[in-house]
């Protein structure tokens, strides 16, 4: 069975790090573009980062550009988001997300999400 | 940035009547590599992650009931519900894949009436 699950999340302080994971499994990870978006509290949908499928690429919002690291592991089926010096406005649940093979496509896979707040 | 803005913000849909989300992007996402516009819409149930509904504008993904289609190209799109069930209740997004970032609209919130 397809499926992505995301880990890592918790409660940082304004500042601080904090860690991303997202385990694939049930298809070819190393084929596929992914991405991470997140969702504020009551709010709607924020694409964050991409990844390409050979890593060798890597684009984010600007929002996080500096701050946050996308990476993947393809040996271990696993995508990454380093977040660092976060901020109250970075609070929200973080999915993971596939994207559909072919390039400039929709994400037709995603993670039940881990949710990051930050709160002194 | 390609920005994404839907209409309207919330709508209240008597059982089995209609449902009309509109989204307008802020460019053309019809994209000369393939001729296609790169729009998707997603479903979003509370409690969970979004749902691909229909990607290239109007197809649909499979699984998907035939009431829910989607239409328009260039920069006005339209997600309509046919019929609307209980179960269509939920937060209903349009997404840009033409260009990164990948925009979303801000979100359409389906409720019965």
């Known amino acids: 069975q397809v499926h992505l699950v995301e880990s890592g999340g918790g409660v940082v302080q304004p500042g601080r790090s904090l860690r991303l994971s997202c385990l694939a499994s049930g298809f070819t990870f190393s084929s596929y573009g992914m991405h991470w978006v997140r969702q504020a509290p009551g709010k709607g949908l924020e694409w964050v980062a991409v990844?390409?499928?050979?890593?060798?690429?890597?684009y984010y919002a600007d929002s996080v550009k500096g701050r946050f690291t996308i990476s993947r592991d393809n040996s271990r089926n696993t995508l990454y988001l380093q977040m660092n010096s976060l901020r109250v406005e970075d609070m929200a649940v973080y999915y993971c997300a596939r994207e559909r093979l072919g390039g400039r496509e929709a994400f037709d896979m995603w993670g039940q999400g881990t949710m990051v707040t930050v709160s002194s | 940035d390609i920005v994404m803005t839907q209409s309207p913000d919330s709508l209240a849909v008597s059982l089995g009547e209609r449902a009309t989300i509109n989204c307008k992007s802020s460019?053309?996402?019809?994209?000369?590599?393939?001729?296609?516009?790169?729009l998707a819409w997603y479903q979003q149930k509370p409690g969970q992650p979004p749902k691909l509904l229909i990607s290239?504008?109007?197809t649909r993904e499979s699984g998907v009931p035939d009431r829910f289609s989607g239409s328009g190209s260039g920069t006005d799109f339209t997600l309509t519900i046919s019929s609307l069930q209980a179960e269509d209740v939920a937060v209903y997004y349009c997404q840009q894949y033409h260009s990164t970032p990948r925009t979303f609209g801000q979100g359409t919130k389906v409720e019965i009436k």
């Open positions: 460019q053309s996402v019809l994209h000369s590599s393939n001729n296609k516009d790169h």
């Open positions: 990844i390409w499928s050979d890593g060798g690429n890597k």
């Open positions: 290239w504008a109007s």
